[in-house]
C-alpha cells in the first residue's frame, strides 16, 4: 500500500526528489544504498547499477520522469537518532515510550490492539503489558517490544543495553529473505 | 538546547548517565575504514567476526544467519556464516560474493567505527574505489594460500592513488596454511616490496583467521611467533594523524542565500582550515576580496568557523558570489585553470574517449570538459606505464583534461575536498569516472582574474553592434574562407567592426607547434575558440574560418559563448565537388599518401546537426550565400 501510494503521489506532482529518514543501521538491504539513490521513470531501485558515491560528490542529473531517494541520514544510527532527539529536545508520538496498552502475542511479535479493526483470533487474548514501539510501521504489522523506558534517558539507556535489533518488531522484513530489496525495488522507501 | 551539564559524582538518574555517555563520546575520535582484497579473501567474514566477537551483532540478526547458515546448500555446511550478516543483497547471498558497499557501525570504549565492505570482484572495482574515496585507514585482505594476487595489487594502487597512507595486510585463513610463521613473512615482504612505490606511510601485516577468530579481537592461540597486535587492537590505536585546522581555509559556496532585499549569505560546508569574522577572503575565480561580516548559523552567529562546520558567510562589502565560488584566504588562494593534470579511474562499460565532452563536477562547480590527452595508463599489476588511447572500464590512467569554464581547485594531495571530480556522460548520465587532480596546466595557474571594470557589454555599445562569432566549418575547399571574406567585406562597408580568424592563417603563427592528429586537432580549435571569445569580448563581429571536423569541440567552442552570441554556419559542400575544386592541391596529396590525417579521405568530418545556417555553395555565388548570413545576422538584431 505504501509503495503504490507513494509511486502516484510521486508521479503525478512529477517530483524530482524525495527525501527519506532510512538509515544505512537499519536493515541489510539498506546498508547498500546510497544516499542520492536514483530510481527509474518506473520508481524502481535497480542494487545492481546504483551510481557510485565517490567522496562528497553527488551525481544527481536525471531525465524527465526518472527521480531521486534521498537519503541524508544513511550514516547515523539509531542510537545517533535518540541521542539528537534528547540533545535538540525534539517532541516524539507517544508509541514511542513505555506504558501499560493491550496486546496479542502473534507469530512471535506483540501486536498492539488499539480498536475494533484488528480481527482477533479465537485463542487470542489481550492482555496489559508494559510495552513501547521502537519502530513505527504499518499497523498491524509492527510489533511492540516489552520495556520501562518512559522518557528519551532511558530510551537512550535501553538501545546501549539491547541485544535485539531496531527491526525485530517489523513483520515487512521477515515475509521472507530478501524482502525488503524486492520493496525497494519495487518503489519502496 | 538541552544539554545537561556533567556531574562530578557517580550520576544518579537515566538522564544523568545519558549526558555523562555523550560528554566521553565527543573525546572517542571516528576511524572510517575500508576492507579491500581479492574475492573470496574472506572480508564479510572478517567484518561478520569483528562485530560477533565484539558483541556487537544483535541476536535477531543471528538467528536470521543461523537460520540461513542452516539452507540447503549454504557455503559453510551449516556452520554459522557471518558473511551473511553483511552481504545484504540476494544476488550477493546466493553468489556468496560482495557486489556492492555495505556500511557497517560500531563502536568500542575506545574509538568509533564505519566500516565499508567493499567488493573484490574486478567487475566492481569501482564500487571499490568508492568505499576507499570517504575512507582514512584501509584492511587489505589476502588468503594465506594464495598470497599477493592481481586484484589485491590493483586495490593497494587504488588506496594509494586516493591518498590512503595507512594500511593493515591482514593475511586471512592462517588456520588453512597450518598457521605458518615463513608463509606469513613471505607474504608480508612480497607485498611490502609491491607497494614500496606507493608511498604507504604505515603497512602493518597482521595474520587472522576470520572464520576461526585468530587475532581478530584476542590474541591467537595458535600463533605464538606473532607478538604484534590484533585487529581491533590495530584499530582501535592506529594513529590517523588528522589535524583539523592546519590546512589553508577553504569554503566552496553552495548556495546563494537571497530571501529578501536586507540579507544576502553565502552557504557551505568548510572543507578545511578556518576563518573568523572580520577576516579578509578572497573569492575565485573572480579574485574579488571582501571581509567576513558575519557567520550565520541556526543557532545563532559563529566568531569562528572550521573544517566540517555548516554556515552561512556574510560579507561587509556588496560583491558578487555565485555557487561554485571558493572563499580562501588571501596568500593561500587556490588554483584556478581550465587544463589540469588529473588522474581518472574509469567506471564505465563504454570507453573513455579523449574529445568527447562530460560533465566535470567539482564540489559545487559543475562544467564541460574534455580529456585532451591520455598521457599513459597504469598498470597496476607493476605499476608500469603504458601507451593507450582510450580507458576501459576500472582502468586507471593520467590524462590532461579541458574544462569549459575555469576550475578552483586544490591537487588532490593537498586537499581531498577541492582536489576531487567525477566525470558524467551527458546522455546516459552515469557517472563514468573519478578524478584525482594533480596540478593546473596553463601557466597562469596561480593568477587571479585581474577584476575588469570596462566590459563586453561597453566596448561593444560604442560600435553600436552586438558582438557575436560565426563559426564556418566544412570540408577543406568547401568555400568556408571565400564566402567569410565576403562577408567581412560588406560588414566592413556597413561600418562594422570586425576580426577574421582563418585556420591557415592561424596555423602559421598562434598554432605553428600543432600537427593534424586528433589530440592536436582538438588543442587547434580549442585555442581558436579562446581567440574568438577574446574578440567577441572586446565587442568585435568575428567570423571563424576552420575546418572543425568533430561534433564535440565545436560544442565546446559553443560553450565558451553566451547564448546567442555562437552562430555556427555549416558549408555543405560534398566532398566530390571540394576534391574536384582542390583549391590547395591537397586532396591529390592525400589521395597519394603524401599527407596523412587529411579530413574526409582519412580522418573523419562529423556534420553538424543542429547550425544555424546550412549553405550549400554548389549551386550559388559566394556573393548570395554572404547576403544570407547577412540576413541572418539582422534577424538576430546583430546588425
Request: proline share 5%; aromatic share 8%; glycine share 8%.
Amino acid at each position: 500500500m505504501k509503495t503504490e501510494a507513494l509511486k502516484q503521489a510521486l508521479a503525478s506532482h512529477g517530483f524530482d526528489a524525495a527525501f527519506g529518514g532510512a538509515r544505512r543501521d537499519e536493515e541489510k538491504s539498506r546498508a547498500k544504498e546510497r544516499v542520492f539513490s536514483f530510481r527509474n521513470v518506473s520508481h524502481n531501485w535497480d542494487p545492481k547499477r546504483q551510481r557510485p558515491e565517490l567522496w562528497h560528490l553527488a551525481n544527481t542529473k536525471i531525465r524527465p520522469g526518472e527521480s531521486m531517494r534521498v537519503f541524508p541520514l544513511s550514516n547515523w544510527t539509531e542510537l545517533d537518532v535518540w541521542t539528537y532527539i534528547h540533545l535538540e529536545d525534539i517532541p516524539v508520538v507517544p508509541l514511542y515510550f513505555a506504558a501499560d496498552r493491550p496486546v496479542i502475542e502473534r507469530g512471535g511479535m506483540l501486536i498492539m490492539v488499539d480498536d475494533a479493526r484488528l480481527p482477533i483470533d479465537p485463542g487470542e487474548k489481550p492482555e496489559m503489558m508494559r510495552v513501547r514501539f521502537r519502530t513505527l510501521g504499518c499497523y498491524p504489522l509492527t510489533g511492540a517490544i516489552k520495556s520501562d523506558a518512559a522518557t528519551v534517558p532511558e530510551i537512550i539507556e535501553e538501545l546501549v543495553e539491547t541485544r535485539y535489533s531496531e527491526r525485530q518488531g517489523r513483520v515487512i522484513d521477515h515475509d521472507q529473505s530478501g524482502s525488503m530489496e524486492k520493496k525497494k525495488q519495487e518503489g519502496y522507501f | 538546547m538541552a544539554r545537561l551539564s556533567v556531574v562530578e559524582t557517580e550520576p544518579q538518574t537515566a538522564a544523568e548517565r545519558v549526558a555523562a555517555r555523550i560528554a566521553a563520546e565527543e573525546d572517542r575520535g571516528l576511524l572510517r575504514f575500508l576492507t579491500c582484497g581479492s574475492v573470496d579473501d574472506g572480508k564479510s567474514t572478517l567484518i561478520g567476526r569483528l562485530l560477533y566477537d565484539s558483541s556487537l551483532v544483535y541476536e535477531d540478526q543471528i538467528h536470521t544467519v543461523e537460520h540461513e547458515s542452516r539452507r540447503p546448500g549454504a557455503a559453510r555446511g551449516g556452520a554459522l556464516d557471518l558473511s551473511l550478516l553483511i552481504d545484504g543483497l540476494q544476488a550477493e547471498r546466493e553468489q556468496k560474493i560482495t557486489i556492492d558497499v555495505a556500511y557497517r557501525y560500531f563502536s568500542t570504549p575506545r574509538r568509533k567505527f564505519v566500516v565499508a565492505d567493499t567488493p573484490g570482484h574486478v567487475q566492481y572495482t569501482r564500487n571499490m574505489a568508492t568505499g576507499a574515496s570517504n575512507c582514512d585507514f584501509a584492511v587489505l585482505l589476502v588468503d594465506a594460500r594464495s598470497g599477493v594476487l592481481t586484484q589485491t595489487r590493483r586495490h593497494a594502487c587504488i588506496l594509494s592513488l586516493l591518498g590512503i597512507k595507512k594500511v593493515a595486510l591482514a593475511v586471512n585463513k592462517m588456520d588453512l596454511v597450518d598457521f605458518d610463521p615463513a608463509r606469513f613473512e613471505a607474504i608480508a615482504d612480497d607485498f611490502a616490496n609491491f607497494a614500496a612505490p606507493l608511498g604507504f606511510e604505515l603497512i602493518t601485516a597482521i595474520p587472522v583467521s576470520a572464520l576461526k577468530g585468530d587475532n581478530v579481537i584476542s590474541p591467537s592461540a595458535h600463533m605464538h611467533w606473532y607478538h604484534g597486535p590484533t585487529l581491533l587492537g590495530h584499530l582501535e590505536t592506529v594513529d590517523i594523524g588528522r589535524t583539523p585546522g592546519e590546512q589553508p581555509f577553504r569554503f566552496p559556496v553552495q548556495w546563494v542565500n537571497r530571501p529578501h532585499l536586507d540579507f544576502r549569505g553565502y552557504a557551505g560546508t568548510v572543507a578545511s582550515g578556518i576563518v573568523r569574522r572580520g577576516d579578509e577572503v578572497v573569492i575565485s575565480p573572480s579574485g574579488r576580496r571582501a571581509h567576513v561580516a558575519r557567520i550565520v548559523t541556526a543557532d545563532g552567529d559563529l566568531e569562528a568557523a572550521q573544517e566540517g562546520d555548516a554556515v552561512t558567510l556574510t560579507f561587509a562589502e556588496e560583491v558578487d558570489v555565485s555557487r561554485g565560488d571558493l572563499i580562501a584566504l588571501p596568500g593561500s588562494a587556490p588554483s584556478i585553470a581550465d587544463q589540469i593534470a588529473a588522474k581518472l579511474i574509469w567506471f564505465d562499460d563504454e570507453p573513455m574517449l579523449p574529445g568527447r565532452a562530460y560533465t566535470l563536477k567539482c564540489g559545487p562547480q559543475t562544467t564541460t570538459a574534455t580529456v585532451s590527452n591520455l598521457k599513459h595508463k597504469l598498470n597496476v599489476d607493476n605499476l608500469d606505464h603504458v601507451a593507450g588511447k582510450t580507458l576501459e572500464l576500472n582502468e586507471v590512467g593520467s590524462c590532461n583534461i579541458s574544462t569549459a569554464r575555469a576550475l578552483v581547485f586544490d591537487p588532490y594531495a593537498e586537499n581531498v575536498d577541492t582536489g576531487s571530480f567525477i566525470l558524467i556522460d551527458r546522455f546516459t548520465n552515469a557517472t563514468v569516472a573519478a578524478g584525482m587532480i594533480e596540478f593546473g596546466l596553463r601557466r597562469a595557474t596561480n593568477i587571479q582574474w585581474q577584476e575588469l571594470f570596462i566590459d563586453k557589454a561597453a566596448r561593444a555599445g560604442l560600435k553600436e553592434q552586438r558582438p557575436c562569432v560565426l563559426w564556418f566549418t566544412g570540408l577543406s575547399g568547401a568555400g568556408k574562407s571565400t564566402i567569410a571574406n565576403t562577408l567581412e567585406k560588406r560588414l566592413h562597408a556597413m561600418g562594422r567592426h570586425t576580426y577574421m580568424l582563418d585556420g591557415d592563417n592561424i596555423r602559421h603563427g598562434l598554432n605553428k607547434d600543432l600537427g593534424f592528429t586528433d589530440a592536436d586537432r582538438v588543442e587547434n580549435i580549442r585555442r581558436v575558440a579562446e581567440a574568438a571569445r577574446l574578440f567577441v569580448d572586446a565587442g568585435l563581429i568575428v567570423m571563424v574560418s576552420f575546418i572543425s571536423p568533430f561534433r564535440s569541440e565545436r560544442r565546446m567552442a559553443r560553450d565558451l559563448f553566451q547564448e546567442g552570441e555562437f552562430i555556427e554556419v555549416y558549408i555543405d559542400t560534398p566532398l566530390e565537388v571540394c576534391e574536384e575544386r582542390d583549391p590547395k592541391g591537397l586532396y591529390r596529396k592525400a589521395r597519394a599518401g603524401l599527407i596523412t590525417n587529411f579530413t574526409g579521405i582519412d580522418s573523419l568530418y562529423e556534420p553538424p546537426e543542429n547550425a544555424e545556417l546550412k549553405l550549400d555553395t554548389s549551386k550559388t555565388t559566394p556573393e548570395t550565400l554572404a547576403e544570407a548570413v547577412l540576413k541572418e545576422l539582422r534577424n538576430r538584431h546583430v546588425i
